[in-house]
C-alpha cells in the first residue's frame, strides 16, 4: 500500500532563516505531487504541484520554492522565511491519470516562524 | 474555471441528529467531486467521491453525499451525529485532465454536541 511522509513535524524558525520541507512517498511510482498551505485552520491554499522530476508548477507568487530531485521525493524550500509564511504545510499525491484520481494527504508540518 | 461553495463556516448538530455539510460548485463541463475530513492538526482524509451513475455516494465512516447536477450541489449528510464526527471538512472539484490539482472549498467545521 501506498503511503506518504512529511518531515519534521513541526518546525520553529526565525525570521529571514532559510526552509526546507521534505515530503516523500512509498510504494507508488510517478505519482503527482502538490504542497499546500493552511493559514489558521482553515482554507487551503495550492502552492506548487509537479507531475514529474523536475516539473513544477508554481500557483502563486511567493517566498517559496518546491524541487522534484527523485520520482517520489518533493522537497519545498525558502531562502528567507518571512512571519506570512507561518502554516500549516500539506503534502499531497495521486497516481493515477484521469480527472477522477483521488488526492492523498500526508500528516503535515506545522511551521511557526518568529 | 471552477470552483467550489462551503456557504457554512460552522455547522453545529447534537449526537443522535442526522447532519449535512453544504457543497455547491461552478464548472464548465463535467464535475468530479470529492470530499475530506481533517482532524486538528492531522492531513486531510479522503471520504468519498463522485465519477458518475448512481447520485448517492457512499464513503468512510457512515458519511454519505447527493449529487444534484440541477441545483449544482453536492451536500454530505450521516444520518446520526457521533461526537467524534467534529472535524473539519472540505469539499473539492475536478473538471479538467488528471494532472491539474484539485480545487478546495474554504472548509466547514462541523460540532457534534453530546
Known amino acids: 500500500s501506498q503511503t506518504i511522509h512529511q518531515w519534521p513535524a513541526t518546525l520553529v524558525q526565525p525570521v529571514g532563516s532559510p526552509l526546507s520541507l521534505e515530503c516523500t512517498v512509498e510504494?507508488?511510482?510517478?505519482?503527482?505531487l502538490y504542497w499546500y498551505r493552511q493559514a489558521a485552520g482553515r482554507g487551503l491554499q495550492l502552492l506548487f504541484y509537479?507531475?514529474?522530476?523536475?516539473?513544477i508548477s508554481s500557483e502563486v507568487p511567493q517566498n517559496l520554492s518546491a524541487s522534484r530531485p527523485q520520482d517520489r521525493q518533493f522537497i519545498l524550500s525558502s531562502k528567507k522565511l518571512l512571519l506570512s509564511d507561518s502554516g500549516f504545510y500539506l503534502c499531497?499525491?495521486?497516481?493515477?491519470?484521469?480527472?477522477?484520481?483521488?488526492?492523498?494527504f500526508g500528516p503535515g508540518t506545522r511551521l511557526t516562524v518568529l | 474555471a471552477q470552483s467550489v461553495a462551503q456557504p457554512e463556516d460552522q455547522v453545529n448538530v447534537a449526537e443522535g441528529n442526522p447532519l449535512t455539510v453544504k457543497c455547491t460548485y461552478s464548472v464548465s463541463g463535467n464535475p468530479y467531486l470529492f470530499w475530506y475530513v481533517q482532524y486538528p492538526n492531522r492531513g486531510l482524509q479522503f471520504l468519498l467521491k463522485y465519477i458518475t451513475g448512481d447520485n448517492l455516494v457512499k464513503g468512510s465512516y457512515g458519511f454519505e453525499a447527493e449529487f444534484n447536477k440541477s441545483q449544482t450541489s453536492f451536500h454530505l449528510k450521516k444520518p446520526s451525529a457521533l461526537v467524534s464526527d467534529s472535524a473539519l471538512y472540505f469539499c473539492a472539484v475536478r473538471v479538467l485532465s488528471g494532472n491539474t490539482p484539485l480545487v478546495f472549498g474554504k472548509g466547514t467545521r462541523l460540532s457534534v454536541i453530546a
Open positions: 509537479s507531475v514529474g522530476i523536475g516539473q
Open positions: 499531497a499525491w495521486s497516481v493515477l491519470r484521469g480527472s477522477t484520481d483521488t488526492q492523498y
Open positions: 510504494g507508488t511510482s510517478n505519482p503527482n
